[in-house]
């Protein structure tokens, strides 16, 4: 062979190794075109504030909390606060409010049985330290029976008192504040309203960050709540929207229709999720059976979920008075049979609410994910949160008192394995299971969690 033919050999196999390297370079460059088209438009964070984050949690009755029976008592609790992921303490009211008496009102007085002002700065300094923002009910007669603000005789005298209170909590560090009679309030005097909204929610130099106005209304139709987040500007509204039904509770067709019907016209961020109202405890709206039930819906469904103090726990109300916390006691030699069993579920129910308050707190989909809808019966309800990125969760509930029901939904979107992340079923561990062949049982829920490949 001779030395011109090698060279042309050389040649030829030199050509043909670049020619190689170009082709798989334009191959990588479409196999990497395809993967972008194929992935979903990334989506911006939604501009979220502090109480989105939740949960919060509401304690009208500061005297109920602690054996002290004040707020240096509810300050001795931010830790446990914060061992619950809470965002946000909504408190009061406290202030000194005789009974039917609008020229009597002192919005910033703190009533002499509840505590002092130095109590109360304390709170806010320990609060603020453990990343809890502290929201105050200024419900001008709550002790009183004429509502809502008394009359209309007494409203302009009564916002015009609220409007300068309003600044000097703000002053003190209330992240917030909470007024029932919303609905009735913003339509009676709409300009005195709008006063105290943007007081309360425009940023200032002395206050750059965002303060949230809460509402509170009576109604119950999903409608009503709809057109009142809409009418009255407030960033959160609660309302017995979940305590509707056929059994004194919303079910699967009440969840989905309330969810869907909001959804469709506001922005998750401004949605609440409550269930009883301030004035009757979770255990006591739904029965006992049912409380790890609605601690999982309020905590996965799109918006903000707002506990009472004692829901983690299963805390029953009793008569009229609002039921003292049930702190966990520190040994168990004193306890009979029966108190022992008690014991063991209440700390099995806040075990279960601890876990999935943690992961809704760091899970994007759980926080700010889509909400789609997979399957709804009478006492069925699945569906899946979904951002565009990372995994996703299917959440599902049997309201059934007797048959276990299949969760699969029959979407050829869902995988065959999915991960269980949460169940209020003590027998059904985490860990991989066949989603086709999963059945949840009666009055039980499940979070499970997988990817889309």
């Known amino acids: 062979v001779s030395i011109m033919d090698l060279s042309c050999r050389w040649v030829r196999i030199r050509w043909t190794f670049q020619l190689l390297v170009q082709l798989i370079g334009v191959l990588l460059l479409v196999y990497l075109l395809v993967i972008i088209l194929k992935a979903p438009p990334r989506r911006d964070l939604p501009d979220s504030h502090w109480w ?17 029976q004040d707020l240096r008592g509810v300050e001795r609790r931010m ?30 007085q703190i009533s002499s049985d509840l505590g002092t002002m130095n109590q109360f700065k304390s709170l806010i300094s320990t609060a603020h330290k453990k990343g809890i923002s502290v929201v105050l009910d200024l419900t001008p007669n709550y002790q009183g029976s004429t509502g809502p603000w008394f009359s209309n005789d007494s409203i302009t005298i009564v916002a015009e008192k609220l409007k300068s209170a309003l600044v ?12 029932s009679g919303t609905d009735l309030v913003s339509n009676s005097v709409p ?66 229709d309330s969810v869907q019907t909001l959804c469709a016209s506001h922005s998750q961020l401004n949605l609440a999720w409550s269930l009883g109202g301030a004035e009757v405890h979770l255990a006591s709206a739904v029965g006992p059976a049912l409380v790890r039930l609605y601690q999982l819906l309020l905590l996965t469904l799109p918006g903000t979920p707002v506990f ?15 039921p003292q916390m049930l702190w966990d006691p520190e040994t168990e030699t004193d306890l009979n049979g029966t108190l022992q069993v008690e014991w063991a579920e209440r700390r099995s129910s806040l075990s279960f609410f601890r ?53 699969q939904a029959g979407r050829a ?3 065959q394995q999915v991960q269980v992340v949460a169940s209020t079923d003590t027998s059904l561990s985490d860990g991989e299971v066949e989603l086709g062949a999963l059945r949840i049982g009666p009055q039980q829920a499940m979070l499970l969690r997988f990817n889309i490949k």
């Open 52 to 68: 989105n984050d939740g949960p919060l949690y509401r304690l009208r009755d500061v005297r109920v909390f602690s054996d002290t």
């Open 79 to 108: 830790d446990y606060l914060k061992q619950l992921k809470v965002n946000g303490l909504l408190i009061g009211p406290i202030h000194e409010a005789p009974p039917n008496n609008a020229l009597s009102l002192r919005f910033e």
């Open 168 to 179: 000097f909590w703000m002053d003190q560090g209330v992240k917030g504040f909470l007024f």
């Open 191 to 256: 300009s005195l309203w709008t006063d105290i909204r943007n007081i309360i929610q425009n940023r200032t130099r002395s206050r750059p960050g965002r303060r949230v106005l809460m509402g509170l209304s009576e109604f119950s139709s999903v409608d009503h709540v709809s057109s009142l987040l809409s009418s009255s500007g407030v960033d959160l509204l609660l309302s017995p929207l979940l305590s509707s039904g056929s059994g004194g509770f919303a079910g699967p067709a009440e969840v989905l």
């Open 308 to 322: 009472n103090y004692g829901d983690e726990v299963g805390l029953m109300d009793q008569g009229t008075e609002p």
């Open 355 to 407: 876990s999935v308050a943690a992961l809704r707190v760091k899970e994007r989909p759980l926080l700010f994910g889509d909400f789609l809808p997979l399957s709804n019966s009478s006492s069925l309800l699945s569906y899946v949160r979904v951002s565009n990125r990372g995994a996703r969760y299917l959440a599902a509930f049997n309201w059934g008192s007797e048959e276990a029901e299949l969760v």
């Open 413 to 415: 979107e869902l995988p």
